[in-house]
């Protein structure tokens, strides 16, 4: 096969020696436009697993690498003075010519022919090729020319970056941030070599041109830098080798690529993108060469598996490393999304800031990072514990962040788990009966926190089914009497009541008889901020809210918010998300009011504003309360999460003491990016930008998912949803699976608690054995031969 590689780089290079060493009669031609040893960059940096998959695909070049790596474990992290360090990460820097010195050299070994100071304009000019790659690179001109097919997408970041070098030796990666008056920069620093270290200067870009970097010539901002870094360099300077950029043109936006598809067929030799020029991820995981040099290894690994069928290969090629890359980006845009917005998180005390940082991309978790650095985690857990007044002895386990209680107002909560509200649709006229005695009661020995009852409506016609429940009545209140009667007597968990209104949404049958689907008979009138209909074509059309029925619903809040506090309730939730009556005056999609209650989102507030106001002037002054909302619509034009924390902050100045950040269903339209706690991020922002504890909801199903959101200051408490359905005692199981034997199970239990906590154990062992044993050796393990 004729093969050429436009541009060598790491992924050019590394595809072109793989491919000969695979079989030496390919023809391989790389075309690069530098000279031989002369390229931009300093170091890069490869984590010790992708060392193994170089070892597993040339071990040549591998032993190489390997004897010019520079490695350390340590991350340090500095901040206002303090210095956090914790160690385990194994992470391997190598200078970028040294890396690609050793890639030539291998190539030129193998017969691979190297031509240098070419720019190649486009393909065309190779027209004997069977297979042409353009690995040229991020600023790709190839993916450029046929972009109508790679259908590339672009996304320039809101940071400026420069590459520099020191002679400065760090013996740990080192974070350093410092303010200016204008706003924080950030460095990225790791030594790479015997004397030389890499230091990335990054910030955003408003403050980079707050600070007059724009204007400034390279030598000026390097002065800026060296002046700003210069407790971290010891006199040393920093360097810049992008000669070719000049003054401010050398710090980037960092462009963040994906193409739909990697693979160009114009008839002649397929044309296929390899390394950045097919994605990029930012630098601040450190796996750009990583994904290039994967990208090699898997392209030549398909070549070599599906002989003479080149286009099978391709597709397969494509097939793999997508899905691998899609999972790198999205921990990159994380990790990005983070150094954006680093004043978000600035005014986190040093060690959490420190611990955010290093969870940041959401693949490092709490337990991940018990496994690189134990000391350092239980260390920060008693330090998270402290906080929240719990000090160990000796003898005592660390108290896992999820284990910490939570105060509000005049109520402290055991721990940080909320089983959160879930409709039951299980009463009649309003009446909650044994059921739901049975379903929160049993949840409330279950060992979280708090339960929040389901969504409870203050009149018969603000329900959403006629299942629903209500506290409009006495007897009403004195049925919820009963059942937090049950939860303060049997169990220490506190007990939440949900008010809402159903709005536009109200009117149907029980979801099990068709969700959303209006009644077949006995349908009552609907209300929202504007006309609207929930299901086009098929459900009720609601009519827009006159002033008169604004003070009606509001005095139902209010009544239903003092039996409420008769039934003996710890805490109240107003529930402003969803799409229902509150959520419909909130989003720009629901509420198209020409009044003081539509158009911009201060009108829009008004109104859920005006209830709450009303209700806590009502509720008992020392329980609190908090505001459910959606802090994303999912929807061109809906609310966003910029807008969420206006929200927040809204409800904060109006009494809130909690946000409790849920997202969608307030449109049809809607597109949710669903995943491990995707509706975190809403939590995590309102909280550090509006200053008002929040409280995480949303594909949180594990111990580790609640321990690294508290732990990072993401959120302060944890509701967890359909894990309940599936088991009432879910925080009880959760501990135990950790590992953490100090939480108090109901006393008529306790005979399970052991038997559960060795079961564990147990299985736990018997995993890490079937690890280390042949199939065979397992499947005996497992019939217990
Ligand atoms: C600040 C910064 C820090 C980084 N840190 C790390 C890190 O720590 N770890 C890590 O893994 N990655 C890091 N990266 C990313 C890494 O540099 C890239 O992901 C990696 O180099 C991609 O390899 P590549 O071969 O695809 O492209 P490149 O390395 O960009 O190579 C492309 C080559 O093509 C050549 N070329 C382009 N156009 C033409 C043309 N028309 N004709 C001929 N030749 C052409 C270029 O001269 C170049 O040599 C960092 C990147 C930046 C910007
Ligand atoms: C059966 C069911 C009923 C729900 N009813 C309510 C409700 O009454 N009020 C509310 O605010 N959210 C309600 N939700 C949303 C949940 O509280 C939660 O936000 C959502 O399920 C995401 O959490 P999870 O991933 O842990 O399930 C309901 C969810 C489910 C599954």
């Known amino acids: ?181 204008h706003g924080w920069f950030q460095a990225h620093a790791y030594q790479f070599d015997g004397d030389t270290s890499t230091f990335i200067v990054e910030a955003p870009e408003e403050v980079w041109i707050k600070a007059g970097l724009d204007k400034m010539e390279k030598e000026e901002s390097i002065a800026f830098c060296e002046k700003l870094f210069a407790k971290y360099l010891d006199g040393h300077q920093l360097m810049s080798n992008a000669a070719h950029l000049r003054g401010s043109a050398q710090w980037i936006r960092f462009p963040r690529v994906v193409c739909r598809t990697w693979v160009h067929h114009n008839g002649g030799a397929p044309v296929v993108l390899m390394g950045d020029a097919a994605h990029t991820a930012h630098f601040s995981i ?208 506190k007990i939440a009541m949900q008010l809402g209104h159903a709005g536009a949404k109200g009117s149907t049958r029980v979801p099990w008889e068709g969700e959303d ?79 003081d209650y539509g158009g911009s989102l201060a009108n829009r507030l008004r109104y859920p504003l005006e209830v709450f106001r009303a209700m806590r002037a009502v509720w008992p002054e020392r329980l609190p309360m908090s505001v459910r909302i959606s802090a994303h619509d999912w929807v061109e034009g809906g609310i966003t999460p910029a807008d969420a924390v206006e929200i927040a902050r809204a409800f904060k100045a109006a009494g809130a003491d909690l946000i409790d950040c849920s997202s969608g269903q307030v449109s049809k339209q809607q597109a949710p990016v669903y995943g491990r706690m995707y509706q975190t991020p809403f939590a995590d922002r309102i909280r550090n930008e509006a200053g008002i504890p929040t409280i995480a909801v949303g594909a949180i199903s594990e111990a580790d998912h609640v321990n690294s959101i508290i732990a990072a200051g993401r959120a302060d408490l944890c509701a967890v949803a359909r894990p309940h359905l599936a088991n009432p005692s879910w925080t009880l199981l959760e501990a135990a699976k950790i590992g953490y034997t100090d939480v108090q199970w109901p006393v008529q239990y306790r005979a399970a608690k052991s038997q559960l906590e060795r079961n564990l154990e147990r299985e736990k062992a018997m995993a890490a054995q079937a690890a280390a044993l042949s199939p065979l050796e397992q499947a005996n393990l497992a019939q217990g031969v």
């Open 1 to 181: 096969m004729n093969i050429v590689c436009i541009g060598g780089g790491p992924s050019g290079l590394y595809f072109a020696l793989l491919m000969k060493k695979q079989n030496p009669a390919h023809d391989i031609t790389v075309v690069e436009r530098n000279k031989p040893y002369d390229t931009f960059g300093w170091g890069v940096v490869f984590s010790d697993q992708t060392l193994g998959n170089l070892q597993a695909a040339d071990p040549q070049t591998a032993g190489e690498i390997l004897g010019a790596f520079n490695h350390w474990d340590d991350i340090e992290v500095n901040i206002r003075g303090h210095k956090m360090r914790s160690g385990g990460h194994g992470f391997c820097g190598i200078g970028r010519k040294r890396l690609l010195n050793i890639l030539q050299q291998r190539c030129e070994e193998l017969g691979v022919k190297l031509v240098f100071e070419t720019d190649v304009q486009h393909d065309g000019q190779f027209p004997e090729a069977d297979l042409i790659i353009a690995s040229d690179g991020l600023n790709s001109r190839v993916r450029a020319r046929y972009a109508a097919s790679y259908q590339p997408d672009i996304d320039l970041r809101k940071c400026r970056f420069v590459w520099l070098g020191t002679h400065k030796r760090f013996d740990a990666f080192t974070f350093a941030f410092e303010e200016t008056a």
């Open 517 to 595: 689907q209006p009644l077949p008979h006995g349908n009552w009138p609907l209300i929202s901020a504007s006309p609207q209909q929930y299901l086009d074509g098929v459900s009720d059309w609601s009519r827009a809210m006159a002033r008169e029925d604004m003070d009606r619903v509001r005095d139902d809040f209010i009544r239903s918010t003092r039996l409420a506090a008769e039934a003996g309730f710890d805490w109240l939730e107003l529930h402003c998300a969803h799409g229902y009556l509150l959520s419909s005056f909130i989003s720009p999609l629901t509420n198209q009011r020409t009044d």
């Open 286 to 493: 450190g796996s750009g060469t990583k994904l290039a040099l994967e990208d090699s290894i898997e392209l030549a690994r398909c070549i070599g598996k599906s002989p003479g069928d080149l286009a099978h290969a391709l597709a397969d090629y494509q097939a793999v490393r997508s899905i691998e890359v899609l999972r790198i980006q999205n921990a990159a845009r994380n990790s990005t999304e983070w150094f954006e917005n680093v004043a978000r998180y600035a005014h986190l005390p040093p060690e959490q800031f420190a611990y955010s940082l290093l969870t940041r991309s959401q693949r490092i978790s709490h337990e991940n990072l018990r496994l690189r650095d134990k000391e350092y985690v239980e260390e920060y857990e008693d330090w998270i514990a402290e906080r929240s007044g719990v000090r160990r002895s000796p003898l005592q386990q660390p108290v896992p962040p999820m284990f910490t209680p939570f105060t509000a107002r005049g109520i402290t909560l055991k721990n940080r788990v909320v089983v959160s509200p879930m409709a039951q649709y299980s009463c009649v006229d309003g009446v909650p009966a044994d059921y739901h005695l049975v379903h929160l009661g049993a949840r409330a020995m279950g060992g979280a926190g708090m339960v929040v009852a389901e969504m409870t409506c203050p009149t018969p016609d603000s329900r959403i089914s006629p299942g629903c429940p209500g506290l409009w009545s006495e007897q009403q209140r004195d049925a919820w009497k009963r059942i937090v009667e049950f939860v303060h007597t049997h169990t220490d968990a």
